[in-house]
């Protein structure tokens, strides 16, 4: 059995505003709730891996996260503290999806998009289930039999459908909407042991 923690990366007020209410009032406030429920886990580093969308797969995958750690990002600093605990940073996305999607951006904000706003609709939408395969793929090809993956990912993506049967997904949003606290550490996943608290919905 290999265990995915499906982790929320929240960014503006509209994120918090959809997803938890007035339960929180900042980003600093959920990603310190984060890193709470994941000390709770009491996860054993050594068997766990971090995938962070828009990390490309290259060889410099610690020094993007620090970096963009240094400039202030909550999620990358919380990376670079679990790293320092022993779990090992995955390249997660595919550099060249990433490079297209950027160009499409830009080239939307230039207003130099061709084509109707559907189409550029429909060319992002692409683009992300592209993004949320390859994604999917790098976790099915590294998480291995007895490992916990923490996956951060913005909200518009949806890598699950595209995940390996036997990957067991748990997500951390029910569980900061309930507050809930520790039941069980998390030792090696097996049957009817999955991290307990975390919901699958």
Not at 96 to 108: G, H, N, T, V
Request: include cysteine.
């Amino acid at each position: 059995m290999r265990t995915l923690i499906v982790i929320p990366t929240v960014q503006t007020e509209k994120d918090i505003a959809s997803l938890f209410g007035e339960r929180f009032r900042s980003a600093d406030e959920i990603w310190g709730r984060i890193r709470r429920m994941i000390a709770e886990l009491e996860l054993p580093y050594a068997d766990v891996r971090l995938y962070q969308d828009a990390l490309p797969l290259c060889e410099k995958e610690p020094d993007i996260v620090k970096e963009i750690a240094a400039r202030g990002s909550k999620n990358h600093q919380f990376l670079v503290e679990l790293m320092e605990q022993g779990a090992r940073l995955v390249g997660t996305e595919n550099p060249y999806l990433l490079l297209e999607e950027y160009r499409l951006l830009q080239s939307a904000l230039g207003g130099r998009a061709h084509g109707p706003g559907n189409q550029r609709e429909h060319q992002s939408q692409r683009l992300l289930s592209d993004r949320d395969r390859f994604i999917a793929g790098r976790i099915n090809a590294t998480l291995l039999p007895g490992e916990i993956g923490l996956l951060f990912v913005g909200l518009a993506h949806s890598v699950e459908p595209f995940l390996n049967a036997d990957i067991l997904v748990r997500r951390l949003v029910s569980s900061l909407r309930d507050g809930q606290a520790k039941t069980e550490p998390a030792g090696e996943p097996g049957p009817g042991r999955p991290i307990a608290h975390l919901h699958d919905n």
